[in-house]
């Protein structure tokens, strides 16, 4: 990074890392482009695993090879039995710190770990892609003291998914939901994760590491977000009626609106409008998901309109956490899951930057700027 005489920009904010071919994020016009498409015409007409193809291949598979990605990521979603034995010893532990302990045993069942060529980065990007739902649907088993679900081959990623945690034979709307989520998480420009993958990609280390290293990022809270909480919010709220007291009394105490506010987009996020439309049809097929539903949209109008006025300016405007929560929520997922649900999506747009990094052979290495003492002596 070249010397600024202003200083540095704080945590990178405004720096060019990388040209990238993968995702375009347009905060100011509240645009997310993945691959080309814009996020809502990708997660309307594409499944999951197509979506994943068009990020390591460079185009939206044929009907050939869309059949061929899935059956191939059909065989490889059983994980080892050492990577089962660690999901049991961390039973306890919140879900994304089981995913990223499970994340670094799958490298066990590559050919070459190590290896540092596209069909080897294309054959760990599936690989990890297929056992991050298994990983997860068996660690909450787990949690519950039940034994985990073998996963099936004749189902796609996210219908066999449901199916490890439930038990049961998955609702399509309920997996066309959950696979709709996974293609509008997939990938967001040069977050921290995704930084952290491309960091350590360019030092040559392997897809496996990297994406170990993602997990890492994601975990902060500053970067995995908080969908979890919306749900609190809206089961402390109850009812519209309360939700502008509710709200003025944050507001007036300090403290953060669950689902507002973005760093990069100042108008509404454009996963929050697809994941909206997402959870209005879930919500159309429960009573308790519609009343939801319909409370959400009561407070998320109240809330614009506070903040609005509370923070002028700063356009404070619903994001992707607020409908996730909606979503996973519906489909019977415990909060502490969504984190993790949120990595089996991302997962697969990390590959593709480790791909592209790998590809470069660049390394990334910045520059600090130092600001402590000099001339110091030591006196014994």
């Known amino acids: 990074m070249a010397s600024n005489p202003t200083g540095p920009a704080r945590g ?7 040209q990238t071919r993968l995702s375009h994020v347009d905060g100011k016009n509240g645009v997310l482009i993945v691959g080309g498409y814009e996020i809502e015409d990708l997660a ?32 490889l979603r059983e994980i080892p039995k050492l990577t089962l034995e660690i999901l ?62 073998a996963p099936r081959k004749d189902l796609p990623l996210a219908a066999n998914f ?30 921290a994760s995704t930084f952290t993958a491309r960091v350590i990609a360019s030092t040559r280390s392997d897809l496996v590491s990297a994406i170990t290293g993602a997990l890492g990022a994601l975990k902060g809270p500053l970067h995995g977000g908080a969908p979890g909480p919306v749900l609190d919010m809206l089961q402390e709220i109850k009812s519209a009626d309360r939700a502008e007291a509710w709200l003025k009394n944050e507001l007036a105490q300090g403290r953060r609106i669950m689902g507002f506010g973005h760093r990069v987009y100042k108008v509404r996020d454009p996963r929050a409008e697809v994941l909206s ?49 909606l979503v996973l929520q519906a489909l019977g997922l415990d909060p502490r899951q969504f984190v993790a649900m949120f990595a089996c999506g991302r997962t697969a747009g990390w590959c593709a930057h480790v791909i592209e990094q790998h590809a470069e052979d660049h390394l990334i290495r910045p520059q600090s700027e130092y600001i402590g003492p000099k001339g110091l002596k030591v006196s014994r």
């Not at 990178?12 to 990388?18: N, P, S, Y």
């Not at 994943?52 to 291949?57: E, I, V």
């Not at 109240?302 to 300016?313: F, S, Y």
């Open 277 to 325: 439309k997402t959870a209005e049809r879930l919500g159309q097929a429960q009573l308790e998901n519609r009343q939801l539903y319909e409370l959400a949209l009561q407070v998320e109008q109240t809330a614009l309109r506070l903040l609005a006025e509370a923070k002028p300016g700063r356009n404070l405007r619903t994001n992707v956490e607020f409908y996730t929560a």
């Open 12 to 18: 990178l904010e405004g720096v060019v890392a990388a």
């Open 44 to 75: 309307s007409h594409c499944t999951f695993e197509e979506a994943a193809h068009l990020l390591w291949r460079g185009h939206l598979p044929s009907r050939d090879e869309s059949a061929k990605l899935a059956a191939e990521m059909a065989e």
């Open 162 to 191: 449901l199916y490890m945690v439930h038990g049961k034979e998955p609702d399509p709307a309920a997996a066309r939901a959950l696979d709709t989520y996974w293609v509008t998480v997939l990938d967001h420009g040069m977050n």
């Open 88 to 149: 049991r010893a961390a039973a306890a532990a919140p879900p994304i710190d089981a995913l990223r302990m499970a994340c670094a045993t799958l490298s066990l069942g590559l050919a070459d770990p190590n290896a540092i060529t596209p069909e080897a980065d294309f054959a760990a990007a599936k690989r990890l892609t297929a056992c991050f739902p298994t990983v997860v649907a068996a660690h909450a088993r787990i949690g519950k003291r039940a034994e985990p679900i």
